[in-house]
């Protein structure tokens, strides 16, 4: 009956009130998750230090070169090689990764394990599986049988993505050791040997250093790893003017 419809402007108020619901739930839902990861974000940033101790600094760190660095990921797969026995991009300790909106050479990004001179995957870790090992130039290792796979390492890192690598299969975080333990390589690892990264990479955009990269930014860590290019051969060092037909020595006459 024409007295029970409603007011067409009833109806547009509903759909308007319906569809701002929506609206409005979605943005608060995105909100409410941006701030989630904001704020987990910031916490990991910040991290938790719980011990005052002054950790003797590492011997050796990874540096990068972002500039020649060709995101081939050579490096990821004979990481993961090297300690797994198998090529996972997911379990290389080492990651790479192309930012496709980012400007040369920003678009390919290298995530190293810093070898941090106040560690905080140490200094939270409940069992020291994560710690510093001595007799392997400091290095800041975990001990897979201390492991408990809390991931309290993967959660005190104050970069991101974290340094510490998740293993699903044996539910243990790992990180990159300098190659001290790599049970399927040819080769003797450690700050003192050979890294399989660093053996692997065509461009010759990784290397080992013995001194504390700057710590302000990545551009401690990042670096000009190319050998310098040759000097040109001083002014004058050619002769001028085309060069003299070569003479030959007259043949002795035949007998």
Not at 40 to 58: E, F, R, V, W
Not at 142 to 147: L, N, V
């Amino acid at each position: 009956m024409a007295g029970d419809k409603k007011p067409e402007t009833e109806k547009a108020e509903k759909r308007f009130s319906r569809r701002a619901f929506v609206v409005g739930s979605g943005t608060a839902l995105a909100g409410g998750a941006l701030t989630a990861v904001s704020g987990t974000t910031a916490m990991a940033a910040q991290g938790t230090k719980k011990n005052a101790i002054d950790y003797p600094l590492s011997t050796k760190y990874l540096v990068y070169d972002s500039k020649h660095c060709a995101g081939c990921l050579s490096c990821m797969m004979a990481c993961s090689m090297v300690h797994e026995g198998a090529t996972s991009l997911s379990l290389a300790r080492i990651q790479v990764h192309r930012a496709v909106l980012n400007q040369y050479p920003q678009d390919i990004v290298q995530n190293i394990c810093r070898q941090c001179p106040e560690p905080l995957c140490v200094d939270n870790c409940p069992t020291g599986a994560c710690h510093v090992s001595a007799e392997n130039g400091n290095v800041r290792l975990i001990d897979q049988e201390k492991c408990i796979g809390c991931q309290t390492c993967m959660r005190s890192c104050p970069y991101s993505p974290h340094r510490p690598i998740w293993n699903p299969v044996t539910k243990k975080a790992t990180k990159c050791d300098l190659c001290v333990d790599t049970p399927y390589y040819n080769k003797k690892g450690g700050p003192d040997g050979t890294q399989a990264c660093v053996e692997i990479c065509p461009a010759n955009a990784l290397a080992v250093v013995d001194k504390l990269p700057d710590q302000a930014d990545n551009r401690g860590y990042d670096r000009n790893l190319q050998p310098p290019p040759k000097k040109a051969p001083p002014f004058g060092a050619f002769p001028k003017g085309k060069p003299k037909a070569k003479t030959e020595a007259p043949k002795a006459p035949a007998n």
